[in-house]
Antibody
Framework: EVQLVESGGGLIQPGGSLRLSCAASGFSFSTYAISWVRQAPGKGLEWVSTISGSGGDTYYADSVRGRFTISRDNSKTTLYLQMNGLRAEDTAIYYC???????????WGQGTLVTVSS | QTVVTQEPSFSVSPGGTVTLTCGLS?????????PSWYRQTPGQAPRTLIY???TRSSGVPDRFSGSILGNKAALTITGAQADDESDYYCVLYMSTGTWVFGGGTKLTVL
């Protein structure tokens, strides 16, 4: 059974930093790209970032490029999102999502809440 | 700036058929955007319904179908049930290795 378990969310002041983790199990981790998708309170989904299975290719939404860094440790089957320079508009539930066939997202974690507020 | 458009809300009667659409602010949606659809109920993570425009995800009832209709991707629900009330999101894959979600459609069954 595929499982994606996010952690690391919390309350952080504007300008601060936070690192999210996503522990994966139940599939060949290094084979698949993994993404972060976020959802601000009461709002829709927003794709944030994707990393290839090897970790060699990374992609970012314009809204986070230069502030967020996605990475993975295939030996630990864990995905990370380093978030720097956090802003109030980064407040959201952050979901870890496995990439499926044909550019889809096939498995979603339950999410971790990040709140940026003073 | 690519904007993916969805109807903000839609209503369907129990047993009825509804088609939700997913378009682009500029241009047409084609299969090369690999449109996929997700449903989300309050407090839950999204779940995959349709990928590659028209392929149902495992376990999804055949009441749900995806297609390209004209210049948009479409999700059709036939025989709507009360528990189909959800938010429905489409997402398009851009050739730059990025994705753009639509704003979502809140479906009411009444």
């Amino acid at each position: 059974e595929v499982q994606l378990v996010e952690s690391g969310g919390g309350l952080i002041q504007p300008g601060g930093s936070l690192r999210l983790s996503c522990a994966a199990s139940g599939f060949s981790f290094s084979t698949y790209a993994i993404s972060w998708v976020r959802q601000a309170p009461g709002k829709g989904l927003e794709w944030v970032s994707t990393i290839s299975g090897s970790g060699g290719d990374t992609y970012y939404a314009d809204s986070v490029r230069g502030r967020f860094t996605i990475s993975r440790d295939n030996s630990k089957t864990t995905l990370y999102l380093q978030m720097n320079g956090l802003r109030a508009e980064d407040t959201a539930i952050y979901y870890c999502v496995k990439k499926g066939v044909a550019a889809s997202f096939d498995y979603w974690g339950q999410g971790t809440l990040v709140t940026v507020s003073s | 700036q690519t904007v993916v458009t969805q109807e903000p809300s839609f209503s369907v009667s129990p047993g009825g058929t509804v088609t939700l659409t997913c378009g682009l602010s500029s241009g047409s949606v084609s299969a090369s955007y690999y449109p996929s659809w997700y449903r989300q109920t309050p407090g839950q993570a999204p779940r995959t319904l349709i990928y590659n425009a028209n392929t149902r995800s495992s376990g999804v009832p055949d009441r749900f179908s995806g297609s390209i209709l004209g210049n948009k991707a479409a999700l059709t629900i036939t025989g709507a049930q009360a528990d189909d009330e959800s938010d429905y999101y489409c997402v398009l894959y851009m050739s730059t290795g990025t994705w753009v979600f639509g704003g979502g459609t809140k479906l009411t069954v009444l």
